[in-house]
């Protein structure tokens, strides 16, 4: 099982039993209960995979389409590490590969379109956060 559904599972395990009694008085039956205790329940660890994951989320795994890559699925399996690596090596375009690579760092997964997507991610969170209202 994954780390993300460890998360899930302590954080199922972690709601107060007493909601899930209320519901059942209220004629919740199991779908409703849930919608209504368990997803709002869980929804701060949600929120924090949500976050983490999208550091990671330009990461394609390099290493592996560069080995599998022919000239068959050239054109399908091209990601931003495999063009960075053609264009700067094998086409000897430095700084052109220079300026791509600034948008996509690959063995740290970090990059500017990943952090401009935790960054919404993070603004998301406030939203949730307020219930829903921006200010």
Known sequence: MGYGSILYLAAITGVDQSLYESATLDGAGRFKKWIYVTIPSIMPIVVIQLVMSMNGILSAGFDNILLLQ??????????????????????????????????????????????????????????????????
């Open 70 to 135: 022919n000239s068959q699925v050239m054109e399908r399996a091209e990601v931003l590490d495999t063009y960075i690596y053609k264009v700067g090596l094998q086409d000897g375009r430095y700084s052109y590969s220079t300026a791509v690579g600034l948008f996509h760092i690959g063995n740290q997964n970090q990059s500017c379109a990943s952090d401009k997507l935790c960054v919404k991610a993070c603004n998301r969170v406030r939203i949730i956060g307020k219930g829903g209202s921006r200010r």
